[in-house]
């Protein structure tokens, strides 16, 4: 399917250590985005990297995207408490956007 | 802009009763998506719309679930008669390709259902 898996499934560091999280995905996509969720909450839009992109960069968020491995990474650096959160990687393919299951992550104080 | 609004944010009913969850999609945003969230199946997306057409309802999971759009500030999901296995959080979310090409989500808060 198009649907993204995120590995780790759960992630917890020390606060100023950086944090990467990974998504597969099976079929050809447009785009891959990122989005956060914190608890209760609705998904914010972090980063959007196109089919013919490799790397972005937006702030302390770096993304890469392998489309011939099916796969793109997600890197927060120097994290910190606000970033405790849920992170989900979303396939789009024509206009429909696909979401994993996500990768929990919690920064240790 | 005040985002997506999604209304109710929680709703209890018992089995066999009608739900509708409403949603106000942000001005200007062609694209309405609704999603179901659950921990076993995390983010399923049931419908989406553009322009206020039905473009893929390949995930609603049942006739029992219907979505419309009768106008472009205004979307709602109904579940006639609902179930248990029907709790969830059910989001939604509006975009449009203009400023970015591509379909960058604003979600809303969701609406919680809880069926008894």
């Known amino acids: 399917s198009q649907q993204g898996e995120e590995d780790p499934q759960a992630l917890s560091i020390q606060e100023g250590e950086n944090a990467t999280m990974n998504c597969s995905y099976k079929?050809?996509?447009?785009?891959l985005q990122w989005y956060r969720q914190n608890s209760g909450r609705g998904l914010v839009h972090l980063i959007l990297?196109?089919?013919?992109?490799r790397e972005k960069h937006s702030g302390r968020l770096r993304v890469t995207l392998d489309t011939s491995k099916k796969s793109s990474s997600l890197l927060i650096t120097a994290s910190r408490a606000a970033d405790t959160a849920s992170y989900f990687c979303a396939t789009g393919r024509d206009d429909k956007i696909i979401f994993g299951k996500g990768t929990r992550l919690h920064i240790l104080p | 802009d005040a985002g997506v609004i999604q209304s109710p944010r929680h709703e209890v009913t018992e089995m066999g009763q009608e739900v509708t969850l409403r949603c106000k999609p942000i001005?200007?945003?062609?694209?309405l998506f609704w999603y179901r969230q659950t921990m076993m199946r995390g983010l399923e997306l049931l419908i989406y719309f553009n322009n206020n057409v039905p473009i893929d309802d390949s995930g609603m999971p049942e006739d029992r679930f219907s979505a419309k759009m009768p106008n472009a500030s205004f979307s709602t999901l109904k579940i006639q008669p609902s179930e248990p296995r029907d709790s969830a959080v059910y989001f939604c979310?509006?975009?449009?390709?203009?400023?970015?090409?591509?379909?960058?989500?604003?979600f809303g808060a969701g609406s919680r259902l809880t069926v008894l």
């Open positions: 990297i196109r089919s013919n992109e």
């Open positions: 001005s200007g945003h062609d694209y």
């Open positions: 979310a509006s975009s449009t390709h203009k400023s970015s090409g591509a379909n960058v989500l604003t």
């Open positions: 079929t050809s996509i447009n785009n």
